[in-house]
C-alpha cells in the first residue's frame, strides 16, 4: 500500500483542489497541506504552484505524478492479481473510432472463439480519452490511428491506412488535384481530439492552410453521422478508406484521391511502457493486431 503522503499528492493531482482532496480522503485542509510540504521537502522540490489562482502541478511535480501514478497503478494490478479467485484473465482494450467500429469489432468473434479463458472489455472513443484512460490504468492497450508521444509508450505499427476525399454519390466534385480545390466546399470533420482530424489537420498546415480556409466546416462526433450527411449531399469529408468503402460499394458515396497527394498515417497498437502484466497480456493484444493487419490490408478492402 502507498504511503498517505504519496496517496495525498495523487489525490491532489486528480482534484487539483486541497479543499476537495482532504475531503475525499477524510482528512483535515491542514494535514493535506503538511503532507504536500513533507514530499516537497524529502525531494527538495516544490510539487504544485498557483497561476491566475489556479493549482498548477510544477514540471517537477509533473514527473513526480508520473513516478508515483505509475506505481499505484502497479500495485493495484498486484493487489487484484493477488485476489483472483480463477485462472480467467480480464483484457482491457481501447480503439479509436475508426478503427473500433470498422475493422476491430470484425476480430472479436474469432478472439473469442480462440481465447476462451479471456474475458474482453472494449472501449471505444477519441484517441485523447484513450491515451487519458492508458495512463490512468484502466486500459491495457489501445489501437488508435491518431497521433501521440510516441516516447512516452511502447508500440507495435499494425499497418498504414490511406485516407481518401469523400462525398454523396452526385455530390458535384470529381477527383481534386490538390487541397486548393476543396476549398469551396463544405468540410465536415470530427470534433477536436478525434484522431482523424488531427491528422487532417497536421496535413492541412503541410499544405499551408487550415480549416479556417473552407467555404464552410460543420463538426460531428460520430463517424456514422458523418458519412449519412455525406450521402445526403451536404459536403466533403477526408477519412480512412476503410471506413467508407461499404456505402462506396453501395453506391451511396464517392471516394476521391488528391492527384497531387497521398494521404496515408499508421494505425498502431499501443500501450503503455509501465505496465506490470504486459508479457501476460501482450501476445492476446498481438493476436488482434494480426487481424487487424490482415483485414485492412486485404485486396478486396
Known amino acids: 500500500m502507498l504511503d498517505l503522503k504519496v496517496q495525498t499528492f495523487l489525490k491532489v493531482c486528480e482534484t487539483m483542489n486541497y479543499t476537495k482532496a482532504a475531503r475525499e480522503l477524510h482528512l483535515t485542509q491542514p494535514a493535506v497541506t503538511k503532507h504536500i510540504q513533507s514530499l516537497e521537502d524529502y525531494y527538495h522540490i516544490q510539487l504544485f504552484q498557483y497561476r491566475n489562482r489556479t493549482l498548477m502541478l510544477t514540471p517537477e511535480g509533473e514527473k513526480l505524478h508520473q513516478v508515483l501514478s505509475n506505481m499505484n497503478q502497479d500495485l493495484q494490478k498486484l493487489r487484484s492479481d493477488e485476489h483472483k479467485q480463477e485462472k480467467r484473465i480480464r483484457l482491457h482494450i481501447g480503439a479509436t473510432l475508426s478503427i473500433g467500429n470498422y475493422s476491430l469489432i470484425q476480430c472479436v468473434p474469432d478472439f473469442l472463439s480462440a481465447h476462451p479463458d479471456v474475458d474482453l472489455s472494449i472501449t471505444i472513443a477519441d484517441t485523447a480519452i484513450l491515451l487519458s484512460a492508458l495512463q490512468e490504468g484502466s486500459l491495457d492497450f489501445i489501437f488508435c490511428e491518431g497521433n501521440y508521444p510516441k516516447g512516452r509508450y511502447q508500440s507495435q505499427l499494425?499497418?498504414?491506412?490511406?485516407?481518401?476525399?469523400?462525398?454523396?454519390?452526385?455530390?458535384?466534385?470529381?477527383?481534386?488535384?490538390?487541397?486548393?480545390?476543396?476549398?469551396?466546399?463544405?468540410?465536415?470533420?470530427?470534433?477536436?481530439?478525434?484522431?482523424?482530424?488531427?491528422?487532417?489537420?497536421?496535413?492541412?498546415?503541410?499544405?499551408?492552410?487550415?480549416i479556417q480556409d473552407f467555404r464552410n466546416h460543420h463538426e460531428v462526433n460520430h463517424t456514422e453521422a458523418i458519412l449519412k450527411l455525406l450521402a445526403a449531399n451536404t459536403g466533403i469529408s477526408v477519412?480512412?478508406?476503410?471506413?467508407?468503402?461499404?456505402?462506396?460499394?453501395?453506391?451511396?458515396?464517392?471516394?476521391?484521391?488528391?492527384?497531387?497527394?497521398?494521404?496515408?498515417?499508421?494505425?498502431?497498437?499501443?500501450?503503455?511502457?509501465?505496465?506490470?502484466?504486459?508479457?501476460?497480456?501482450?501476445?492476446?493484444?498481438?493476436?488482434?493486431?494480426?487481424?487487424?493487419?490482415?483485414?485492412?490490408?486485404?485486396?478486396?478492402?
Open 239 to 301: 477519412l480512412y478508406e476503410n471506413v467508407g468503402s461499404d456505402m462506396v460499394s453501395q453506391g451511396l458515396l464517392k471516394m476521391l484521391s488528391l492527384k497531387e497527394h497521398q494521404l496515408v498515417h499508421e494505425f498502431n497498437l499501443v500501450w503503455n511502457k509501465s505496465n506490470l502484466p504486459e508479457n501476460e497480456l501482450l501476445p492476446y493484444a498481438e493476436y488482434i493486431r494480426s487481424q487487424l493487419t490482415a483485414i485492412l490490408t486485404r485486396s478486396d478492402f
Open 158 to 210: 499494425i499497418c498504414q491506412v490511406p485516407m481518401a476525399v469523400f462525398c454523396g454519390s452526385s455530390y458535384p466534385l470529381e477527383r481534386p488535384g490538390s487541397v486548393s480545390d476543396l476549398l469551396d466546399h463544405t468540410l465536415i470533420t470530427r470534433e477536436k481530439g478525434s484522431g482523424t482530424r488531427d491528422i487532417f489537420e497536421s496535413f492541412l498546415r503541410l499544405s499551408g492552410y487550415g
